[in-house]
Nanobody, 121 residues
């Protein structure tokens, strides 16, 4: 399994922005495939947020973040970023990246530590 590392989280006020990074740890083989961002808030199920696939496939965004979050890949840096704007308290969660768009395909997946995003005034 490709090992991914998330970073870039922090504490931000409502309306603020953060950019999360997802990078490969060790070998980058397979990193140019599908990469998805997920989040899990305290006491809630993990949910799919956004996803980018190879080629010209249109990125996926959950309705909750559509228009505020942008996912993009930097093939030179071997990273996938999640630009988060106009953050809301409901965006508070631990954010994870993985090598699929849907939790359906991630049963048994070895998740990374994630990165904490806290939106609070």
């Amino acid at each position: 399994q490709l090992q991914l590392v998330e970073s870039g989280g922090g504490l931000v006020q409502p309306g603020g922005s953060l950019r999360l990074s997802c990078a490969a740890s060790g070998s980058t083989s397979g990193f140019n495939g599908t990469i998805g961002w997920f989040r899990q808030a305290p006491g809630k199920e993990r949910e799919e947020i956004s996803c980018v696939s190879p080629g010209n496939t249109k990125p996926y965004y959950h309705d909750k973040v559509k228009g505020r979050f942008t996912i993009f890949r930097d093939s030179i840096e071997n990273a996938v970023y999640l630009q988060m704007n106009d953050l809301k308290p409901d965006d508070t969660a631990v954010y994870y990246c993985a090598t699929a768009c849907s939790l359906v395909f991630l049963a048994g997946y070895s998740w990374g530590q994630g990165t904490q995003v806290t939106v609070s005034s």
